[in-house]
């Protein structure tokens, strides 16, 4: 005699029906949410975007960061260099644009936090690559390798075991709190408060997240925290849509607690002076890479640069130099 599946396994089965499933048990139908339910909800969200603005500044340089730019203890020619190339990459392998914010963002605080030996150079094409390499671990579903992340006109290649040095030491003097609060924290919020009705939710935070990348070259929006940017981005994007043309920094004051109007249109001010078109960017010219070697070797490789063939007969003679115990390669107009 046969055994069925069902035989078998009936003692498994559950005997719930959908009467019951959509049920409390007794076969009553479930509490609807009431108007008091929600608005607890929405005071719950009120209070953790609050709580956000009151930790933000635990996450961007202090407001003396600017001061090493106007001092010259900072380059900020190397800095835009720098965010351009990171900018590059972000485009290049179609990153989301808060992993180029977030890469930035580590690579401004450490600078705040930390000198290099120079001020340009190397040193600032490593600390770009170790901060965008981190920010894509963050927030990329898939990362490219440390060599294959060196692409867009980096000047030096790095060996995958230096750029991981380099994180580490990324991660320590950033006391490894890389959950970053950033304007993208607060674009959905604002956007909502603005479109209650969400008709123009999307396009708001779109149009939002383009104005802050087309100005994270400008190292003057640090005078304004991550909340007071978005809200001000918020505002310069709802100019777009005839709907919003009347809404000011008055009414974004009032979107949550810690946000101040006077902030808010010093910033909003800036962006419109940068951002009333979204010019293209100026970005470096692109230089012949050359292989930082961590191990002194007999000899230096040198990465060839993507080129035709009428431009191989130009060879250009290398030297060699010996930089903290490491073997590296510079063209003749680097010397």
């Known amino acids: 005699m046969s055994v069925s599946y069902s035989d078998c396994f009936s003692d498994l089965l559950c005997g719930e029906d959908s009467?019951?499933?959509?049920?409390?048990?007794?076969?009553?139908d479930l509490p609807e949410c009431s108007s008091s339910d929600i608005e607890s909800q929405f005071a719950d969200i009120d209070e953790s975007i609050a709580g956000l603005i009151e930790d933000e500044r635990n996450f961007?340089?202090?407001?003396?960061?600017?001061?090493?730019f106007q001092s010259q203890?900072?380059?900020?020619?190397?800095?835009?260099?720098?965010?351009?190339?990171?900018?590059?990459?972000?485009?290049?392998?179609?990153?989301?644009?808060?992993?180029?914010?977030?890469?930035?963002?580590?690579?401004?605080?450490?600078?705040?936090?930390?000198?290099?030996p120079q001020t340009n150079g190397w040193p600032l094409q490593l600390l770009s690559v170790a901060c965008l390499s981190l920010a894509a671990k963050m927030e990329e579903p898939l990362v490219p390798s440390l060599l294959d992340l060196q692409v867009e006109g980096a000047k030096y290649i790095f060996e995958p075991k230096t750029i991981q040095r380099m994180e580490f030491l990324v991660l320590r003097i950033l006391d490894w709190r890389l959950r970053s609060i950033t304007p993208f924290s607060f674009l959905s919020f604002f956007a909502a408060k603005l479109d209650s009705l969400g008709t123009f939710t999307a396009f708001l935070i779109s149009r939002a997240s383009q104005i802050i990348l087309s100005n994270i070259q400008e190292a003057s929006f640090h005078e304004y925290w991550p909340s007071c940017i978005a809200a001000a981005t918020i505002l310069c994007a709802a100019n777009d849509l005839p709907n919003f043309s009347l809404v000011n920094a008055e009414h974004a004051e009032s979107w949550c607690h810690g946000l101040h109007k006077d902030k808010i249109v010093g910033c909003y001010e800036l962006v419109q002076k940068y951002a009333i078109t979204l010019r293209p960017r100026r970005f470096p010219r692109v230089y012949p890479q050359v292989r930082v070697m961590t191990r002194t070797s007999t000899t230096t490789t040198v990465a060839s640069s993507d080129s035709s063939s009428s431009s191989s007969s130009s060879s250009t003679s290398y030297k060699r130099r010996k930089l903290n115990n490491s073997w590296w390669s510079v063209t003749d107009d680097d010397s």
């Open 60 to 68: 961007v340089p202090g407001f003396d960061y600017i001061e090493k």
């Open 19 to 28: 009467d019951t499933v959509f049920s409390n048990g007794g076969g009553e």
């Open 73 to 116: 203890s900072l380059s900020a020619a190397a800095r835009d260099e720098s965010v351009a190339w990171i900018l590059k990459v972000q485009r290049h392998y179609g990153f989301q644009p808060l992993t180029a914010y977030l890469a930035v963002n580590y690579f401004d605080r450490f600078l705040y936090s930390r000198s290099l």
